[in-house]
T-cell receptor
Framework: DSGVTQTPKHLITATGQRVTLRCSPR?????VYWYQQSLDQGLQFLIQ???????AKGNILERFSAQQFPDLHSELNLSSLELGDSALYFC????????????FGPGTRLTVL | AQSVTQPDIHITVSEGASLELRCNYSYGATPYLFWYVQSPGQGLQLLLK??????LVQGIKGFEAEFKRSQSSFNLRKPSVHWSDAAEYFC??????????FGQGTRLTINP
């Protein structure tokens, strides 16, 4: 158990819909990262938050957005869903400092029908 | 730009045999390197990491990896694999409060 929790575990929805994925980082970790794992793209970085502020952005679509709340949990919002958005979405957290690895949650499997 | 190449998509070894998974990276500065393992339906678990110092690093579950700057490689090894090692293995570069860039992964199958 990494200490990072993600809900829900599975999500099935239809094209055009909007969903919210939730992540709670390890206790004390200020950084939260979101990654997408798909068969064709592999594991790709989406976005990073640090103590409530956006820190870095990867190949995140404009239909996707995220935020980190004062209690440090984070949410990834996916809207106008397309079939190609079906993937496993991981959240990771890390402590402050250079020599700190990222701990990954169990992921949310999103299926868009 | 940062990148990671895992040349082997799928490797099959017999239980008890030795294992080496290859990883080559491209990074502009001193790399932080990681190996993660993903079992079916599970998240990513960190096996080991390299930040600096000794180029041979030990990890969990009997794995080790060697950083070779001249070859831009960070290969993962295990002297004797167990059936429970069957999983997908990912090499990654970055970290240090930055995003991770992952390789495409190597799927390991263990023959009894």
């Amino acid at each position: 158990d990494s200490g990072v929790t993600q809900t829900p575990k599975h999500l099935i929805t239809a094209t055009g819909q909007r969903v919210t994925l939730r992540c709670s980082p390890r206790s004390g970790d200020l950084s939260v990262y979101w990654y997408q794992q798909s068969l064709d793209q592999g594991l790709q970085f989406l976005i990073q938050y640090y103590n409530g502020e956006e820190r870095a952005k990867g190949n995140i679509l404009e239909r996707f957005s995220a935020q980190q709340f004062p209690d440090l949990h984070s949410e990834l919002n996916l809207s106008s869903l397309e079939l190609g958005d079906s993937a496993l979405y991981f959240c990771a957290s890390s402590a402050v400092g250079l020599y700190n690895e990222q701990f990954f949650g169990p992921g949310t499997r999103l299926t868009v029908l | 730009a940062q990148s990671v190449t895992q040349p082997d998509i799928h490797i099959t070894v017999s239980e008890g045999a030795s294992l080496e998974l290859r990883c080559n990276y491209s990074y502009g500065a001193t790399p932080y390197l990681f190996w993660y393992v993903q079992s079916p339906g599970q998240g990513l678990q960190l096996l080991l990491k390299y930040f600096s110092g000794d180029t041979l690093v030990q990890g969990i579950k009997g794995f080790e990896a060697e950083f070779k700057r001249s070859q831009s490689s960070f290969n993962l090894r295990k002297p004797s694999v167990h059936w429970s090692d069957a999983a997908e293995y990912f090499c990654a570069v970055g970290g240090g409060a930055q995003k991770l860039v992952f390789g495409q992964g190597t799927r390991l199958t263990i023959n009894p």
